[in-house]
């Protein structure tokens, strides 16, 4: 029964975070890619490892407060009606691509 129990939570965890990069993409696809696809204005390309690294150098929670509260030419919340959480799977998913 044990074994089964941490089978069981080893798959719920996986199946969470592939839910997470999913959502994560999803949404960055609404968006954010009209700017990381491209470099736009100094968006970071995504899946860029260099330009990046700095910015990943510094938590996912201070690159999260970025995105909200907006910097340079991105506008608060990139101009998205994301919520906090949506913000947070979008640059999971960034990170994730870049690593």
């Known amino acids: 029964m044990r074994t089964f129990l941490k089978i069981f939570a080893v798959i719920f965890f996986i199946a969470g975070s592939t839910q997470v990069f999913a959502n994560g993409e999803s949404l960055y696809k609404q968006s954010c890619f009209a ?3 491209n470099a736009v204005a100094g968006a970071p390309k995504l ?3 260099k330009l ?3 910015r ?3 938590g ?3 690159m999260v407060k970025t995105v ?3 910097k340079t030419a991105m506008p608060p919340r990139g101009g998205t009606q994301f919520t ?3 913000i947070k799977q979008v640059v999971e998913y960034m990170v ?3 690593q």
């Open 84 to 86: 906090d959480e949506q």
């Open 35 to 37: 700017c990381h696809d």
């Open 60 to 62: 996912i929670d201070a």
């Open 52 to 54: 990046w690294a700095p």
């Open 47 to 49: 899946g860029d490892k």
């Open 56 to 58: 990943i150098a510094t």
């Open 68 to 70: 909200i509260t907006g």
């Open 96 to 98: 994730s691509k870049a």
